[in-house]
């Protein structure tokens, strides 16, 4: 069987920045996990519904109270935490291993409004047959809580993944943050921002040794007002409510006023057409509101020393624009720190052919390899 790996993408061509080297294209290895179709056959001890941390729901009025529910993603737990709170859950694919394995902490998408956890391991397959197990976050989505609330659920979630290393035979020196999207977001996150951003008893964090971000926002600001983006990170900082939808009133030479809503299409031979809900739409953002998405915006924190980070993005994507992608490279370029991206043409927004998320996995794989994380 071959492995559907859901967010990650193949480029024709593949750059990489290693310490001391110029740009590198990084051959084939002699590993085991270069053949993409032994991949399904590691096994893990799959151990689900972990509470790791019980946290505040926070009022949020930007939410909208139901985002919808993405297929694929466990099914959501009752909240048996005492009133005005939430517990929070982890799920570990544990690789049986003689030795603690190194750990890959996955974070799901969903604009930071919804998902959760997946619902099944096939999208790690490539991991476990590499020897890595795997531990995926739930996080407090805007609904339950504004930025930066799921930043700091996910350090939260690192400090859990340090304490319980040893019960799970993790390395808890050799961990790398993944996700796409909004996880990719999040996966820069924690490991680039400061230790502010840890909450009270989740100061103790393991040592990051890799990320791995598919499309995620590096920019958050920008995100803000990019047309594909905008309403879930507006949702995300709860820090402004949005504009009430009143469709732009218009003549139509000899019918009567109609509404003129984006994208309705309307007739070509002029009839009037029927009004449409507007998408939502939120005012210009406001001081507070770009001061939190600038604290919350992986590009903030770009130094030398940050963990070898690895993008993967489409160039023809239309939720998080490309430059979001772009930036983060040269920002790591110009600190120093080794990167690799695997650019995707024609890419969009993930949901990318099977040849190519196999081939982006390997060449994660590879990427790993090359700074010492597995064999």
Known sequence: MRMAFLTVALCLTFEMTLPAQGPA????????????????????????????????????????????????IR????????AGTKNLHVDVYQVP???????????????????????SYSSFQGFFAAGMSVVTVE??????????????????????????????????????TYGGSAGGHLALMAAYAPASFNPTGCTDQPKIVGVLDFYGASNVMEALTYKGSSDFTHQW??????????PEAAATGNGPVVARAENTG????????????????????????????????PITYIRPGLPPTF??????????????????????????????????????????????????????????KAHGVIQ
């Open 75 to 82: 099914d959501p737990l009752p909240n048996t935490a005492p």
């Open 266 to 297: 309307g007739n070509s031979d002029g009839m009037p057409v029927q009004p449409r809900t507007l998408t939502r739409r939120w005012p210009e953002p406001d001081a507070a509101t770009l001061e939190l998405a600038k604290s919350v915006s």
């Open 139 to 176: 996080y407090r989505n805007a609904k339950d809580a504004p930025a930066p609330a799921a930043v700091e659920d996910v350090r939260c979630a690192l400090a859990w993944v340090k304490e319980n290393a040893a019960k799970y035979n993790l390395d808890a020196n050799k961990v790398v």
């Open 25 to 72: 294209e990084l051959p084939p290895s002699n590993s085991a996990w270069e053949r993409v179709e032994t991949w399904d056959q590691v096994k893990p001890i799959e151990t689900d519904n972990i509470v790791y941390a019980n946290v505040p729901l926070i009022n949020n009025a930007s939410a909208a109270a139901d985002p919808g529910t993405p297929a694929g």
């Open 311 to 368: 993008i993967v993005n489409g160039d023809s994507d239309t939720t998080y624009h490309p430059t979001q992608s772009s930036q983060l490279k040269q920002a790591l370029d110009a600190a120093g720190v080794p990167n690799g991206q695997d650019l995707v043409i024609g890419g969009k927004h993930g949901n990318f052919s099977r040849e190519e998320t196999e081939k982006a996995m390997l060449l994660c794989l590879r990427f790993l």
């Open 97 to 119: 291993s003689p030795k603690p394995t190194p750990v890959v902490v996955q974070l799901h998408g969903g604009g930071w409004i919804r998902g959760d956890r997946p619902s």
């Open 237 to 246: 900082m709860g820090t402004q409510l949005p504009l009430e939808a009143k």
